[in-house]
């Protein structure tokens, strides 16, 4: 039975699908469950990467339109005490430009039941900040890196900070933020070649590395599916060099196919969102800086936390409203059909 049939009012108006369920869970018309939270600290980063920034940057969002720190630790605490969200993934832009970073982490830790916590960032600042966010309570985290190559890597993301981003992972490794995952995009004619190199440059680090497909989350708008390295590519390329098995054991909604290197117990993942898509099993909700709830990282409609906050409403009036984006949430991202467009914000503005 709904709250509606039982004669309770709607959040502030809107009024609720009697066909949904009468749980407090992130639910949705496919019966999927979203208990994996990604929340966007900020939509700046300290580096311009060709394939997600113009490099002067973009429009930055306005601070007095960002969530303040309690506000974010009120969000987290509504999503894992009254929505059933497990999991939270720090990310941005580049979430260690966030000054109160380890207070927010601190507060993540804090609550009960307590969530796994993870983070993704560039690395460029994580050697600095790794032994704080560990003695906050962050769990591990996710470095992205798409090349071994300091000239390769400068000219990708138009800083000179490679050695940064290394000395980042391992001090990450050091404060035991493990696994360290790297996650890489390949890009036809800039980095193909390195699928095989960066392999192993995890394997010997005790590093586990994840391909991702290039997905349409440029600001300019210019993804060309012809440039994107699959993953078929990917695999084609890694048994050049190495023995692939399926991992055993279910996948669930996790991201990532799983593919055990040699005989284990080492893996590799590729994230195949475009050729493979995985949107049937999806777990995921998505936050952004500015108090915005997406269902999907490709919607094209975002519902708005940060009023409600603001305005007065009460934990479960957000949490309603929450419930309420769940449901509506869409059977896939419909990269691969016709009249598909990509969401207006870029991958900065709405986190990884």
Known sequence: MTAVELGLPGVRGTAVDPARPDSPLLTDRFGRVATDLRVSLTDRCNLRCTYCMPAEGLDWLPKPEVLTDEELARLIGIAVTRLGVTDIRFTGG???????????????????PRPRISMTTNGVSLARHAPALAAAGLDRVNVSLDTLDPIRFRTLTRRDRLGDVFDGMAAARAAGLTPVKVNSVLMRGVNEDEAVPLLRFCLERGYQLR????????????????????????????R??????????????????????????????????????FCAACDRTRLTADGQVRNCLFSRTETDLRALLRGGASDEEIAERWRGNAWAKAAGHGINEAGFHQPDRPMSAIGG
Request: proline content about 11%.
């Open 94 to 112: 580049e979430p260690l430009l966030r000054p109160g970073l380890v207070d927010v982490v601190a507060a993540t830790a804090a609550l009960a």
């Open 211 to 238: 391909f991702i497909e290039q997905m349409p989350l440029d600001p300019q708008h210019g993804w060309d599916r012809g440039d994107m390295v699959t993953a078929a590519e990917i695999l084609a390329a890694l």
């Open 240 to 277: 050049s060099a190495f023995e692939l098995t399926p991992e055993p054991g279910e996948r669930g909604g996790a991201p990532a196919e799983r593919w055990l290197v040699d005989g284990g117990p080492a893996v590799v993942g590729v994230i195949a969102s475009v050729t493979r898509p």
